[in-house]
DNA sequence: ATGCCTTTGTGAACGCGTGCACAAAGATGG
DNA sequence: CCATCTTTGTGCACGCGTTCACAAAGGCAT
């Protein structure tokens, strides 16, 4: 019976290893003392926790770019999730496969949910159209939203959002490159922490850009 | 002069006023009591604290559906990122130009992150070609990475790595909607603290997928 | 069966980020 | 010039996640 320790699995994961026997705890306990965990076994009880035994619908509205690249990502169905339907506001698009599947028309996205049992959603529209896409998505069922657009979504409670923003990757990067460069004292007590949050500062004047896209956090 | 107080910040931004202040704080606090903050002067602060007066040049590497997506982004420079070349391993593609630029061969990743001052790097590759591209990276002056490959990299002290995984979004976010599904009881006690961690938990003896792409989290 | 060795599971302490609450500062109006 | 009002900057305490450390448990060899 193939088995793994917490150290061994801590050490590859770049983790603490009490950290991880605690986090299992929470699911159980399925560790043999002396041996480790029976990997077959841990894997089915994470797995299980996680919500990867059944697959999930998703669908996927905004086909541009990043929509298409999102369609042909296979890492997606190896973990359970099955992309049930693409979604564009483009009437030139509707019909026109994509990844193999047909691009339907927004006039259709409620259905699609209902039909589907769709309860999570991805936007990757430009940032303009996201809320309107998102209350839509929410009125239809949707009830976790992972949002490509550089905006904040506000949802009715009980719905969750990711955002994936990489602008914000990269000036988080930037941040800590410019730190590595000047190492004399720049803002010298400065926890690193506020480059965690991922919120946008913007006064409370500030409006969108001319294309409705990325909030600009700079005025020029 | 157009001000704004921390107040009306936090609610905008979702946080709370008083951390909002205390952040603020650790790059000199500039507001002004009983008015707020000059907002044109606080932009200029924050902007200057991040990085982002000064433009940064950046590669990426693997010109597929995502690469592709990515260098046609236009949220990159408008936040002080300039796309200084896109490189890929196909000569096919060498050449070709993509979003305006040409498509650069591996051969010249060196020179190109030599030339241009590139210290920061996106990789867009397959997951089996990452660690290696990353190695190239850093061992050509890049030190710091943002992954879009499901491997965790290994760099030596000093470099940054940010990973962006898709599929452990929609994870995070198919494990909240099972919590919801089952509102009796799911693992009574678990903080859903473990759904944070970015680290994948796989066993010592695992292998990739066949294209070398994706690491199965499930055996089947 | 007994003793030893390995590894788990977890109580307790530590560290850190977050939020509260308030004194000090500055603007504003009389 | 003084009173009052608003909002900042921050000391302090609370809560939570992380880490340490160790007793208990189980395998395994003798
Ligand atoms: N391309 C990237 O690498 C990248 C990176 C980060 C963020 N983003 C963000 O992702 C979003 C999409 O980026 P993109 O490059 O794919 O843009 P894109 O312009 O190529 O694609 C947008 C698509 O959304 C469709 N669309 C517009 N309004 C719609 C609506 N109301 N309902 C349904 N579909 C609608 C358009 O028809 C178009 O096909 C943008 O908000 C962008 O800021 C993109
Ligand atoms: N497409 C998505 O939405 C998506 C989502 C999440 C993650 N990813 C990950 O991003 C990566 C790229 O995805 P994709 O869909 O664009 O794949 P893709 O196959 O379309 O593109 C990969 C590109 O990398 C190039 N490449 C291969 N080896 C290289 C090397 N050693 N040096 C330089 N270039 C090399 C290939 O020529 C190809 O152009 C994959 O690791 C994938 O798992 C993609």
Chains 1, 2 share one sequence.
Not at 109 to 136: F, K, M, Y
Request: one cysteine or more.
């Amino acid at each position: 019976m193939p088995t793994v320790s917490s150290e061994e699995l801590a050490t590859a994961a770049g983790v603490n290893s009490a950290k991880l026997r605690k986090d299992f705890s929470y699911l159980g306990s399925y560790g043999t003392r002396g041996v480790g965990y029976d990997v077959e076994y841990l894997v089915y009880q994470i797995s299980r926790e996680l919500g990867l035994t059944q697959d999930w619908p998703v669908v996927i509205v905004g086909i541009g770019n990043l929509g298409a690249a999102l369609a042909n990502y296979g890492g997606f169905a190896s973990r359970g999730f099955r992309v049930a339907a693409l979604i564009d506001a483009d009437p030139a698009m509707a019909g026109k496969p994509v990844a193999g599947l047909p691009v339907r028309h927004t006039d259709e996205l409620e259905a699609i949910i209902s039909d589907n049992g769709v309860s999570i959603g991805v936007i990757a529209t430009p940032a303009g159209a996201a809320q309107q896409v998102c209350d839509r998505l929410v009125a239809a069922g949707v009830t976790s939203i992972l949002n490509f657009a550089p905006t904040v979504l506000s949802v009715p409670e009980g719905v969750d959002v990711r955002k994936v923003d990489l602008s914000i990757e990269l000036q988080i990067l930037a941040f800590h490159e410019q730190r590595k460069a000047g190492e004399d004292s720049p803002s010298p007590a400065a926890p690193a922490a506020a480059a965690r949050s991922g919120a946008g500062v913007r006064s409370s004047a500030s409006r969108k850009g001319p294309d409705g896209d990325v909030p600009a956090v700079m005025p020029a």
